[in-house]
């Protein structure tokens, strides 16, 4: 759901992620908990709780704690957590969108809502296509790294604004219905041309 894009520093979450718990984003979850347990313990919880829904809330869900003023829940389901409205609401009044692999790839659609909305986006790393290229999506390594960004930005509010304004232009400029149909087209005309030619 599409709003007005707020100024970074009038927002009231500094750090959002909420969405499900799947094998992809235990990485995310171990750094947020702090947890040495073996990710395997993880893989194993989320094939019962499956299977026998009474024991999905057996482990901690809610990392909001971690940093001011944030939002940090794994739901045990997809489409279990906020309803459509609350999400973009909440969405477009984050500062910081973390933004961890999808069920089967590390691309997501929180991506493009999060850019969308001028979020500032941390992220594992995404495959190197034109769409990601140069983009100010901080990519990282492993989630521990992604924390201590967060926490980099949150203490220097100009960096914060910096790639506040870098995300807006890339959406705009690169990712919008209109810049990517533009892309679409000039790859089509392309194709065309090169047809013509042979």
Not at 30 to 56: D, E, N
Not at 154 to 167: I, N, P
Request: hydrophobic share 35%; glycine share 4%.
């Amino acid at each position: 759901m599409h709003q007005e894009v707020k100024d970074i520093t009038k927002r009231n979450i500094t750090v959002f992620f909420v969405g499900n718990l799947n094998e992809n984003r235990i990485p995310l979850y171990k750094a947020l908990s702090g947890s040495y347990v073996p990710a395997k313990f993880y893989q194993l919880y989320l094939k019962v709780s499956k299977r026998k829904p009474q024991f999905a809330n057996i482990i901690k869900r809610d990392f909001s704690y971690k940093f001011p003023s944030s939002y940090l829940l794994f739901t045990n389901g997809f489409k279990k957590g906020l309803n459509a409205t609350e999400y973009s609401n909440k969405l477009y009044d984050s500062q910081i969108v973390l933004c961890p692999k999808g069920f089967h790839v590390s691309e997501t659609f929180r991506h493009y809502e999060a850019m969308r909305a001028g979020c500032v986006i941390i992220s594992e790393k995404l495959p190197d296509t034109y769409l990601y290229r140069n983009s100010p999506i901080i990519q990282v390594s492993n989630w521990q790294e992604g924390l201590e960004f967060a926490k980099k930005l949150l203490a220097d509010s100009e960096l914060l604004k910096s790639y506040h304004q870098k995300v807006l232009h890339w959406w705009r400029t690169v990712c919008n219905e209109h810049s990517t149909a533009l892309y679409v087209s000039n790859i089509l005309s392309s194709l065309e041309k090169d047809n013509l030619n042979t």
